[in-house]
């Protein structure tokens, strides 16, 4: 051996241990609900799917040093289980619970004696540091423009807030779907329901970062109307609730290529007619709508792994057919209009609703909201007692404030859905 060694530990057996930059990282991640640990080694641990027990080895000299890492940033999740394997771990026996369960974390370990054991050298939370730059652009689609007819138009929106003129549309004309952004850049528009003909559908139609809507997309999951949509992690997407002869709880989420997957029951109450939108820069949530008992303001937060969590009891006016949508540049998001209202609810980003703020604008229904220009907002459409369907738009500013109504373009419509696509202004 040559060159210097600095800070490092000599073992009983006269073996000098590797220190943390010296250590062995396994370059396959770990996936699995075990891990068998060797010492010297380092392990990135994914626990997107499940626990991880990790078992230490039986036997330790002074200086063995293990580091494992949160590869995903999910222990939040699913946690991590030491099961120190008959040695000590900080002085007590391996009868002791072990468990560490914060995202970002990364535990390095090393072994002192038969007395104390594996004692951590260090168990830091990393930050999360990388954002996406922001969306820039929003696109308004499909819908229903009277009782009977649906449509495929698409309307766009610059980073500017201006609503484009009608687009020809593309795939099958439909109505009380959802849409969110993915792959950063992108937009997805799914599910939903053909007057007079398929009825129920679970279509999808994939946006690209110019706005070009493609064809239709075989479905995957439940095939219903009445759902909503939000981003998550930066650059995924999830479908959840919705209506198909009863109300429904499930989800389906979207990976960064704009993939659809198969429907995740959940334990939150079955609820239609809910609004969805991001918040905290890489989490969602769900909320208000009508299940079984009536209108309701609950909420469920979704985690940056897409998990969805129980129901959260509710803050301001049970409502629903409202929409949402996030603004800001800290990640913060509001929930506006409604049936019959035109109130808003402030969220803030670590996912806390806000009482009613006073709305403004028209009251209406069925409308949809996206971000745009980085950190504002737009609702757009929808319909009302006093003016049936309509093409208005309201803006909303960076510190979530609402504007006042915005003579419509486009063609009048209800029952559509929008997202945010582009990171070029």
């Not at 007590?92 to 038969?114: K, M, Q, R, S």
């Not at 495929?152 to 610059?158: A, P, R």
């Not at 559908?201 to 994939?206: A, E, F, G, P, R």
């Amino acid at each position: 051996m040559s060159g210097q060694i600095g800070n490092n530990i000599l073992r009983t057996s006269g073996v000098v241990a590797a220190t943390a930059a010296g250590l062995n990282w396994v370059s396959t991640v770990v996936t699995g609900s075990t891990l068998t640990a060797e010492a010297g080694n380092g392990y990135f641990i994914n626990t997107t799917s499940n626990t991880c027990t990790i078992t230490l080895p039986s036997s330790a000299e002074a200086g063995d040093q293990i580091v494992f890492m949160d590869y995903l940033r999910t222990w939040g999740t699913y946690k991590i289980i030491i099961d120190s394997n008959g040695l000590n771990y900080q002085g007590d026996p391996d009868t002791f619970t072990v468990e560490y369960e914060t995202d970002g974390e990364t535990l390095n370990i090393v072994y002192a004696d038969a007395t104390q054991g594996w004692i951590p050298l260090d168990d830091d939370v990393v930050a999360y540091e990388p954002t996406p730059p922001p969306t820039q652009k929003a696109i308004f689609g499909f819908g229903e423009i009277s009782g009977t007819v649906n449509n495929n138009m698409t309307n766009l929106v610059t980073s500017s807030g201006v609503v484009g003129t009608d687009v020809t549309g593309v795939g099958s004309a439909r109505r009380k779907l959802g849409a969110a952004g993915y792959g950063s850049d992108k937009a997805i528009f799914a599910y939903g329901n053909i007057y007079g003909g398929a009825g129920s559908v679970n279509m999808s139609n994939l946006v690209s970062n110019s706005g070009v809507v493609a064809t239709d997309v075989t479905g995957v999951g439940t095939a219903r109307p009445d759902l909503s949509a939000a981003t998550y992690g930066n650059d995924k997407a999830i479908f959840g609730f919705g209506y198909s002869g009863g109300w429904l709880s499930m989800t389906n989420l979207v990976n960064s290529s704009g993939v659809i997957a198969t429907d995740t029951s959940t334990s939150a109450t079955g609820t239609s007619e809910r609004a969805a939108t991001g918040y905290g820069n890489d989490k969602a949530i769900f909320g208000y709508g009508e299940d079984a008992s009536g209108y309701t303001n609950n909420t469920n937060l979704v985690t940056n792994v897409g998990v969805l969590g129980s129901d959260v009891t509710g803050v301001g006016t049970a409502r629903r057919q409202l929409a949402a949508a996030t603004y800001g540049s800290s990640g913060q998001a509001l929930f506006g209009y409604g049936r019959t209202v035109s109130i808003t609810n402030l969220i803030s980003n670590t996912g806390v609703v806000s009482s009613d703020t006073t709305g403004v604008g028209t009251d209406r229904r069925l409308l949809a909201a996206a971000s745009y220009g980085g950190d504002k907002a737009i609702f757009g459409y929808g319909d009302s007692d006093a003016i049936g369907f309509s093409s208005l738009t309201n803006l909303v500013n960076n510190s979530g404030v609402v504007s006042a109504d915005v003579t419509g373009v486009g063609s009048e419509r209800s029952s559509l859905a929008c997202a945010g696509y582009s990171q070029s202004a």
